[in-house]
């Protein structure tokens, strides 16, 4: 495990934290944040000292690392920690902390925990995790969680995990979630907010203000039915549930959690006007969620996957086919200039349409050369061999070979590794 050229300063590889268990008190009105957490955390070298990523307007004010108070330093958003013994093998970290929680400040915008204007988020990536708690912030460092949020008791909690206990005490109530898959640290999440519960599907629920229920009832109302397509599309969902959250204000755009979709207000208008966004946040859950990518210049492998899943869901659904999709967007980014290589777009262009777009197109023009039947079975493929693990553009390319009837190096070079847009096969 190495840092990411994209996110200099970001993580560590001198770690691997294993479990991250997340107590947390959050007071709406003051925007107050309180945070104990506890890392288990492995090393391959004994450590006299190490670090984690932690915003430095959040004010820490204990270590313990296997029981023992340790030596810190905080600024600059890294948190530097000298044990009182070398760690050797691995160690438990303990860190209390607390303050005004919010967004990291870079290229990318404001990203982090946020605001609502009766409520909170979280919108992590690729960098935001630090705004809320200590972690080992490399997107290749995927861990366990238990995160625990007491908050008053009007308000809903929902974070990422399975919802595995609640209790009410003196007005706040304390809500319990665990992930067992292993998490990259973007993906943890936790939304805040005055919510109604509304089942989509089994194993499938929104949590939406009521005063836009009707209209998400019906926006929301093929959420069942596009996870049986993607189902039977890319194989078994990769985890136990899936939440839908709606914030009860507006958002730039929709994010992905860990078994979690969020949108905002305006993305709810009871015209399914933004369907191909929650197809899209769903699709996540399987490429860039389960499948993670091992370092960001692969983002491709995320964006792209779930790009072509909007055209696939299209095209099961009774809407216009890939192929009709494919031909508009070609024509739409054929006419974009400036240097772009998909397979390494870099940190200024990660979230380049042509990230999504071109990589969508790469998907169909791999369909177009392998055929349907070799194409399908390699999504499954991919799929499942690296649930939850992390992933390369070289794995998938070496994967597609397998499964494809003749050599795709030559469309691989065109399309990922040169910055011309091939032409579209028909």
């Known amino acids: 495990m190495v840092t990411d050229p994209y996110l200099p300063g970001h993580g560590t590889a001198d770690l691997h934290v294993e479990h991250y268990d997340l ?38 004010r204990r270590v313990v690392v ?25 160690c438990v970290m303990e860190v209390r902390y607390g303050g005004n929680p919010r ?8 990203i982090g925990w946020d605001e609502l204007t009766d409520g909170a988020l979280v919108a992590s990536q690729p960098v935001g995790a630090p ?13 366990a969680y238990r995160i625990a949020v007491t908050a008053e008791a009007p308000y809903t909690v929902r974070a990422t995990g399975v919802l595995t206990a609640r209790s009410r005490s003196a007005g706040t109530r304390t ?19 005055r919510y109604e519960e509304l089942p989509l599907g089994p194993g499938q629920t929104a949590f939406v203000p009521p005063r836009l229920r009707r209209a998400a009832t019906r926006d929301l109302g093929r959420h069942a039915a596009m996870m049986t397509a993607l189902t039977g599309l890319f194989g078994p969902y990769p985890f136990a549930d899936h939440q839908v959250v709606v914030a009860d204000d507006d958002l730039d ?16 208008d009871g015209r399914r006007t933004h369907e191909r966004l929650v197809l899209h946040e769903l699709a996540h859950q399987w490429f860039g969620n389960s499948l993670t990518v091992a370092a960001w210049r692969h983002i491709w492998l995320n964006e792209g996957f779930a790009t072509y899943a909007e055209w696939l869901w299209s095209e099961v659904s009774g809407g216009r086919d890939a192929a009709s999709h494919a031909r508009e967007w070609h024509a739409a980014i054929a006419g974009l200039r400036g240097p772009f290589v998909l397979a390494d777009p870099g940190p200024d262009d990660l979230f380049d349409l042509r990230v ?7 998907l169909h023009a791999l369909r177009r050369h392998t055929g349907d039947a070799a194409f399908f079975a390699l999504v499954r493929d991919w799929a499942t061999r690296y649930r939850h693990g992390s992933v390369t553009t070289g794995q998938f390319t070496a994967l597609a070979a397998q499964h494809s009837p003749t050599d795709p190096a030559e469309l691989f ?11 579209l096969p028909r």
């Open 175 to 193: 809500w319990v979630f665990e992930r067992p898959e292993p998490t990259a640290t973007y993906l943890a999440g936790v939304q805040i907010g």
């Open 131 to 143: 705004s809320w708690f200590p972690c080992n912030d490399l997107v290749s460092d995927k861990a």
């Open 66 to 90: 296997d029981g023992r108070a340790a030596r810190f330093t905080h600024r600059g958003g890294k948190l530097r920690v000298t044990p009182a013994r070398p760690v050797h093998g691995g």
């Open 103 to 110: 967004p990291v400040r870079g290229r990318w915008g404001d």
């Open 253 to 268: 755009v929709p994010i992905e959690a860990q078994g979690m979709s969020v949108f905002g207000a305006n993305h709810v």
């Open 356 to 362: 999504y777009k071109r990589g969508a197109l790469t």
């Open 413 to 423: 070079t065109a399309w990922l590794h040169r910055p011309a847009l091939p032409p």
């Open 23 to 60: 107590e947390l008190d959050y007071r709406v009105g003051s925007n107050r944040l309180g945070g104990r957490a506890v890392l288990t955390a492995s090393c391959t070298a004994p450590l006299d000292r190490f670090a984690l990523d932690l915003a430095g307007n959040l004010a820490v």
